[in-house]
């Protein structure tokens, strides 16, 4: 079964969520090739290993950067959020030359991301659902 659409458990819940972040560079410079990418790839697979996440799908451009991440309920999104953007400005920072002359400040990405929730049925159907449950 494809990994994106397991029903997972933990001790008291059965849940299967999915955000979908995007997270932009600081002043929308244009600073991320195809091998920064990779790194990227690897460091944010750690960082959601780490909380007992998976990340699903990577993607972007060269001023922002696209996720999907399936996380269990205890997580918090802006928790996640934080260490997914600070432990790779870090190590991106770390790793590559180049890119240390774009950071003002240490810092890679801007301040604010994008978080929305995804997967399931759209809102509609569940909302109907929800309206047809005295009918039963």
């Avoid at 944010?44 to 996720?67: A, P």
Wanted: net charge positive; hydrophobic share 35%.
């Amino acid at each position: 079964m494809d990994k994106s659409s397991d029903i997972r458990t933990g001790r008291h819940c059965v849940f299967n969520l999915h955000a979908h972040l995007v997270f932009v560079t600081k002043y929308r410079r244009k600073i991320l090739q195809e091998h920064h990418y990779d790194a990227l790839q690897k460091i944010f697979t750690k960082v959601c290993n780490d909380f007992e996440s998976d990340l699903i799908e990577i993607d972007g451009e060269g001023d922002h950067v696209h996720l999907l991440v399936n996380y269990p309920p205890k997580v918090s999104i802006s928790k996640l959020v934080n260490s997914l953007k600070g432990v790779s400005s870090r190590l991106l920072k770390k790793e590559f030359s180049d890119l240390r002359h774009c950071y003002w400040k240490g810092v890679l990405w801007s301040s604010s991301y994008y978080a929305g929730s995804c997967g399931g049925a759209p809102i509609s159907i569940i909302r109907q659902y929800i309206e047809r449950q005295q009918q039963h």
